[in-house]
């Protein structure tokens, strides 16, 4: 806490060691991050420690954010929240992320339900660029259904990730749903082991397939009851 009009925050005694390291963390991270110079990433111009606390300098950017699309084209109940093509250029920015995982260890990150991979719930789990791109497969899932997925834990209890992406065919091809299938695997091999192997895969020159729900996908879809997105 920080009480008004202080510059220094205090820290209870035996979180002393804890905030030491979530600062080292913040630091590391803000030194790789203004190594990255790319369109979709905000630019660190700084940072700098100082009265207990780590600043990080950052361009200031305005606009809407994605959840503020995601929010107005559901309200206006639109059969596609993204375009596909639009899908597909979000992910790019992912390759740039991946330069933090070379560069720094990280402390174990606080997570979203929805958008952490099984492994981040596993206290001595390997996290690497597949834990992010589960994330990015997440982040796809809402662009395409308006609302986030179950959260790992959930998942692994009872998925219904495939039955959530069927209501999608013929709206978008079977190959962005596949790869959302893909991004999203609960075992983490079964995923794009890099950011790169996933554009590659991206930049392929395969034909878009389209192919509408199955009579069984039908069935389980009309009995599961839409849910709702949380803000």
Known sequence: ????????????PEKTSLY?????????????????????VVRVLNFFRE????????NLLEGASLQDF????????????????????????????????????????MYTPGFAAPEMYRRKAELGPWTDIYAIGACMFVCMLGYPPNAAPQRLEKDRLSLALSKMRKIYSDNLIEMVEWCMALDPLARPQSVYS??????????????????????????????????
């Not at 806490?1 to 209870?12: D, F, L, Q, S, Y």
């Open 198 to 231: 996933l554009v590659k895969e991206l930049d392929s020159d395969a034909v878009r397939r389209f192919s509408e729900a199955s009579f069984t996908d039908k069935l389980q879809t009309s009995f599961t009851p839409d849910r709702k997105a949380a803000n």
């Open 20 to 40: 030491r390291l979530g600062l080292k963390s913040f630091f590391e991270e803000g030194r790789a991050l203004a190594q990255i110079s790319h369109d979709s």
């Open 51 to 58: 009265n207990e606390t780590v600043y990080m300098v950052m």
């Open 70 to 109: 995601v929010l107005v084209a559901r309200s206006l109940k639109k059969p596609k929240i993204f375009h596909e093509s639009t899908i597909y250029s979000l992910i790019d920015f992912g390759a740039a992320r991946e330069v933090i995982n070379h560069e720094i260890n990280f402390v174990r990150p």
């Open 1 to 12: 806490t920080r009480a008004v009009g202080e510059k220094k925050p205090t820290i209870a």
